[in-house]
């Protein structure tokens, strides 16, 4: 079991930089790749980068950056030159890499609301 706590959502202007963190408990952080999600109003949810415990990346979008410290148990998501269409509500999610790709599983956080106002 891990438990997930996502923080430093808001309001940002497009153009603006926004630091999104997720903190984990309740299981070795180091057994666990970290994704983030994101889900807009009426769309599906979609991964918009992972990290692995000794820092491989997958999906990492333009303009986001993905970084982990597993001293402090904390997966950070850095967004810059932000656009409307960033919109959205964003989840950490706890899972494994397999064959250097993302595989969720079943743990999320409450998740965090981000809107970027145009």
């Known amino acids: 079991q891990v438990q997930l706590v996502e923080s430093g959502g808001g309001l940002v202007q497009a153009g603006g930089s926004l630091r999104l963190s997720c903190a984990a408990s309740?299981?070795?952080?180091?057994?666990?790749?970290i994704g983030w999600y994101r889900q807009a109003p009426g769309k599906q949810r979609e991964l918009v980068a992972a990290i692995a415990s000794d820092g491989s990346t997958d999906s990492v979008k333009d303009r986001f950056t993905i970084s982990r410290d597993n001293a402090k148990n904390t997966v950070d998501l850095q967004m810059n030159m932000m656009k409307p269409e960033d919109t959205a509500v964003y989840y950490c999610n706890a899972g494994l890499f397999r064959n250097r790709r993302y595989v969720p599983y079943d743990f999320w956080g409450q998740g965090t609301q981000v809107i970027v106002s145009s």
């Open positions: 309740g299981s070795p952080f180091s057994l666990w790749a």
